[in-house]
């Protein structure tokens, strides 16, 4: 039933197993992530798997000591149009919690490509992306508006928190870009510019 649990040893190994084997089935045997996008399993019920805001995996409560099992499962998530976070199979799908975004850029670096300044973001699962038009960068305000948190997107629709480290070196590089005749306190990349918050903002904020 759609409302079971998935929540012993042997069905997570089970799950784990199918994943490798999926893991194998690339786009015409090429290298590269799983087609999850063009799968249509049946579901199977939640899986007691969570990610938290950190980007540590946990199951049954437990955190998942083990990366290369963490990243084999990071390759078949799914985050579909209800909003949820599934990982799938060509076979199944089964619903995991997570905290606020499914992975954690850890890594930083700005490269210069067509001329252009790039800023390029590894994973914590082993993720490696180009921000620009097919990854942008969006920005919250959180905490009552005290935290900025930047994210980034990886594929399909699953997005990558920057780390609070990251976020500082991040803010490094803004500037004020007049968009649409207002002062905007933006971050260039890729030939794109992704807004940050208004100028007159960040100048009231950092006299707080």
Not at 90 to 108: S, Y
Request: proline share 6%.
């Amino acid at each position: 039933m759609a409302d079971d649990t998935i929540q012993t040893a042997s069905d997570a190994a089970g799950l784990a197993a199918m994943i490798a084997r999926a893991s194998d089935l690339k786009a015409g045997g090429k290298p590269g992530l799983p087609p999850v996008e063009r799968w249509n399993p049946p579901f199977c019920g939640d899986l007691d798997m969570e990610i938290r805001a950190d980007g540590t995996w946990f199951y049954t409560g437990t955190p998942i000591g083990r990366q290369p099992l963490v990243r084999l499962f990071s390759t078949v998530l799914r985050k579909d149009e209800d909003g949820r976070t599934y990982l799938v199979t060509p076979v199944e799908k089964v619903g995991i919690r997570v905290q606020d975004a499914p992975f954690l850029a850890v890594e930083m670096r700005v490269s210069e490509k067509d001329g252009q300044k790039t800023l390029v973001f590894r994973t914590n699962v082993g993720d490696v992306v180009e921000a620009g038009t097919d990854h942008p960068l969006r920005f919250e305000m959180a905490d009552g508006n005290s935290e900025l948190k930047p994210y980034l997107m990886v594929r399909g629709r699953l997005e990558a928190l920057v780390s609070r480290a990251l976020m500082y070196d991040l803010v490094e590089l803004g500037e004020t870009i007049d968009m649409d005749g207002v002062a905007m306190f933006a971050i260039r990349s890729g030939g794109e510019v992704f807004p940050v918050m208004p100028a007159a903002e960040l100048d009231r904020l950092s006299h707080e």
